[in-house]
């Protein structure tokens, strides 16, 4: 696979997975240690593949839609480690200023609509961000993930419905990370290939190693031009694994030790460095220097979140409703 990708692809990459990867950490480490951070919290650790894989098979415009555990797709479409984390803190300058806090980063600027805390809520809301890009003859195409536990919501199902009626430019990506909040896919439903609920629709559908940058830019690639095409939408199960449990505070008694080491042999950014290293795209050196760099943005970060001011009083009222008088525009 290493002869399909350039050395530049593989370099953004190792920089973007280290990112994720090395925020995750840091804030975790604010929320547990520190207690600067509050409320509910799930970390991406193990699923930086998908983040990656997608931003080099779409463009800049292309909106991304998620879940709750959203910090690393955030980051992944622009969303500056100081923004995101002062978010986290309910700071004032954070994405959502503050009001938001880790379930509900959102960046109109880079394409970034959210983080939904409610299970399956964007799946609904994704697609209409599909409808809006078909209306306007964008041909921006949407991807709207999605983890194993929304799979069994019912509105996964009317979307599908529609999506495929309407031809609607999305590609849905399930993040199958095994356990949804604490079950086992086996113990929730008779169909564990959640790839295969879009034979009901006849919508194209694949399941694909999500630990792996490669095989996610392929797959995605694919599901991108077909709804640029106009041929409407795809569905995507990425097979993945999260390092840390539901939430921060999950003790996952559901799984085993041995079973999280065995699956940390598949680890998406050792294995990209392993890649890089094997082609000479870079020394070890080299990508200690990248390591460092990353290591000094997020402490960086840290320190902007600690001496940013709390949102004023005055701001609790407002973003609740929109202006009665707000001009819509349609372009």
Known sequence: MAQKFSKETYLYWY?????IRQFESKSEEMYKMAGKIRGFFHVYNGQEAIAAGCMTATNQEDPFITGYRDHGLALAKGMTPNSAMAELYG?????????????????????????????GAQIGTGAG????????????????????????????????NLAMLWKLPIV???????????????????VIDIYKLADAYEMPADKIDGMTPELVHESV??????????DGPT???MKTYRYRGHSVSDPQKYRTK??????????????????ILENNYATEADL??????????????????????????SEVYKDVYIDQNYPFIVD
Not at 140 to 155: E, I, K, S
Request: net charge negative; aromatic share 10%.
């Open 15 to 19: 920089e973007l997975m280290q990112l």
């Open 91 to 119: 700071k004032a300058t954070g994405c959502s200023k503050g009001k938001g806090g880790s379930m509900h980063l959102f960046s109109k600027e880079h394409f970034f609509f959210g983080g939904h805390g409610i299970v």
């Open 129 to 160: 961000l599909a409808f809006a890009e078909k209306y306007r003859d964008s041909k921006n195409v949407v991807l709207c993930f999605f983890g194993d536990g929304a799979a069994r919501q019912g509105m996964l199902h009317e979307v599908f």
């Open 172 to 190: 849905f990506i399930c993040e199958n990370n095994n356990y949804a909040m604490g079950t086992s896919i086996e113990r929730t439903s008779n």
């Open 221 to 230: 690639a694919r599901a991108a031009k077909r709804a640029r095409d106009g």
């Open 235 to 237: 569905l995507l199960e």
């Open 258 to 275: 041995d079973e999280v080491e065995e699956y940390k042999d598949q680890d998406p950014i050792t294995k990209v460095r392993k890649t």
């Open 288 to 313: 200690l220097v990248i390591d460092d760099k990353i290591n000094s943005i997020v402490e960086g970060s840290v320190k902007f979140a600690e001496d940013s001011p709390w949102p004023d009083d």
